[in-house]
């Protein structure tokens, strides 16, 4: 089957070469593919969704960004396979934007709702849709807290598909299919509704206006994370700019929640709220019922996202649970297990490996690289041994200042000073591993001849011209690994004997790629 951009204006601006990669025709193989429907052949068809980085590079030099006319698209494909908005409200949705934080704060909702479902029945079943993976493409899609299994993810990938084949097969306009993530997006509703989720939360991919997850025209609760810079291209460069996006998500007749922001965020946030005449609107400062719950990292950034959760599950409980009613001094015990027993891989996550502690963390946005450097300072600046930091962030314009951001707030704690740093592609260039792993948005070329890593070692040069840190450009996570095992082995890091402090940051591919080595798991 071939698919070809629409005639609406969106696809006719980008015909003559930004969207050639969409319009294949599958190939023989390809088709054999869709016949066997493993796991795997289900992943090597997501991958053809993927597009090229030849395709983003000519986008962005024709700076052309994102619109409204992709939602119109999803909505549209929603329909293709068998679904209305009011399926959606089936799924009473929590709905979460921002840019620091809005992950925790969906798995914060998540644990708190599971718990809550073991005591009271309460929900029949939660979904949860979030973004990217670790180390499975299924872990995206989870219900009751778990990756939905190889199998479920397969055969509902392929109803997915073949719906899709079949609307175009009889359409008279053609169209392609969404690409990667709004494929997954889609899917996460067909699954979501066949396997009887009654609560789903949404964690926002990019921004929140024209993200696919913002197709749901009526959730049951909308929250807003810390807002800060990131992703510029696509959201602006100004806070204002990126707070217009993030607000985006907010609707109307839903209850809105935001924690404290900028002044010039907070503005653009009230203002977008009153355009959308939402049912109510809250900001959510620390939450005093907190007072003794274990919150990890014991940091305010993560108290806020908690409380940010807590304030959108009982908004979501109220309307599934006609018995709940908050008590305004104590959190119920669900929630507080909920919080304490939450299970976020790769956020601020310690890992004692024998005579090493890795400390992972997936910051990559300016703000949250921050909090990362803050976090293992405050783990490590009384133990002694030898620290090493890994880093990597691949084909953003932002990369090399989100270095110095780490570098200059490890240098302002004054507290600890790296020995060695290594900076590795996350990606090898023969990309032989997982399928799940697979990433064509990347410069290939420059990934092979290592290009952003020794542009970050002379950056760290410039940083830091003293002589104390060394500096290593690596092949490949694997080598990363290998060098800080032999520099504990041979007790060469340091003149100083003791664990070895291992920080890896930059990007939450990283993360993934780094916890694979770990665990040897399949998915987290």
């Not at 951009?5 to 696809?11: E, I």
Request: net charge neutral.
């Amino acid at each position: 089957m071939r698919f070809v951009p629409s005639s609406s204006r969106f696809w006719k601006v980008r015909r003559p070469f930004l969207y050639e990669a969409g319009c294949r025709t599958f190939s023989s193989s390809q088709r054999c593919l869709i016949a066997s429907r493993t796991y795997d052949d289900a992943i090597n068809l997501l991958n053809t969704l993927q597009t090229p980085y030849e395709v983003l590079k000519k986008r962005w030099d024709a700076n052309i960004k994102i619109d409204e006319g992709l939602n119109q698209e999803i909505r549209k494909c929603l329909a293709r396979i068998g679904y209305s908005q009011q399926d959606l409200d089936k799924l009473n949705i929590v709905h979460v934007a921002g840019t620091k934080g809005k992950g925790g704060t969906c798995a914060y909702v998540d644990s708190m709702l599971s718990h809550y479902r073991k005591s009271h029945g309460i929900p029949h079943n939660i979904g949860l849709f979030t973004s990217p993976h670790l180390i499975a493409v299924r872990e995206r899609i989870r219900i009751n807290s778990a990756p939905i299994s190889a199998d479920l993810f397969a055969k509902y990938f392929f109803e997915v598909w073949d719906r899709l084949e079949s609307a175009a097969a009889t359409s008279d306009v053609p169209f392609e299919k969404p690409v990667y993530f709004r494929y997954l997006n889609l899917m996460s509703y067909h699954v979501f509704l066949q396997e009887n989720v009654d609560a789903a939360i949404y964690e926002v991919g990019v921004g929140g206006e024209y993200d696919s997850t913002n197709i749901v025209d009526c959730p049951a609760v909308t929250g807003i994370s810390t807002l800060g810079i990131d992703h510029t291209f696509t959201l602006g460069d100004t806070i204002d700019k990126i707070a217009w996006h993030k607000a985006g998500i907010q609707k109307k007749g839903v209850p809105s929640f935001t924690v404290p922001q900028l002044p010039a965020a907070m503005q653009v946030v009230e203002k977008r709220a009153e355009e959308r005449s939402v049912k109510s609107f809250g900001v959510v400062g620390l939450d005093s019922r907190l007072e003794g719950v274990k919150i990890r990292p014991d940091a305010p950034f993560q108290k806020s996202n908690a409380s940010l959760a807590i304030a959108l599950t009982e908004t979501l409980l109220k309307t599934l649970d006609p018995k709940f009613c908050p008590d305004l001094t104590t959190l119920p015990k669900e929630f507080v297990n909920g919080l304490e027993q939450v299970v976020w891989r790769g956020r601020c996550e310690t890992k004692v490996d024998g005579e090493i502690t890795w400390y992972l963390d997936g910051a990559h946005t300016a703000d949250s690289i921050v909090v990362a450097a803050q976090w293992f300072g405050d783990e490590c600046a009384q133990k002694s041994g030898p620290r090493i930091l890994i880093f990597n962030q691949q084909g953003h314009r932002e990369s090399v200042e989100l270095l110095e951001g780490l570098y200059n707030a490890i240098k302002t704690q004054n507290s600890v000073k790296f020995d060695h740093v290594i900076f590795c592609p996350t990606v090898p260039p023969f990309q032989a591993f997982k399928k799940d792993h697979v990433n064509l948005s990347t410069d290939s070329s420059a990934v092979a001849g290592l290009t952003m890593q020794n542009t970050f070692a002379e950056k760290w040069r410039i940083l830091d011209p003293s002589s104390s840190t060394t500096i290593h450009v690596l092949p490949s996570v694997e080598a990363a690994f290998d060098c800080v095992r032999e520099l504990s082995a041979q007790g060469q890091a340091t003149k100083e004997s003791g664990q070895v402090h291992a920080l890896i940051t930059g990007s939450v591919h990283l993360i993934g790629r780094a916890l694979g080595i770990l665990e040897s798991a399949e998915a987290l």
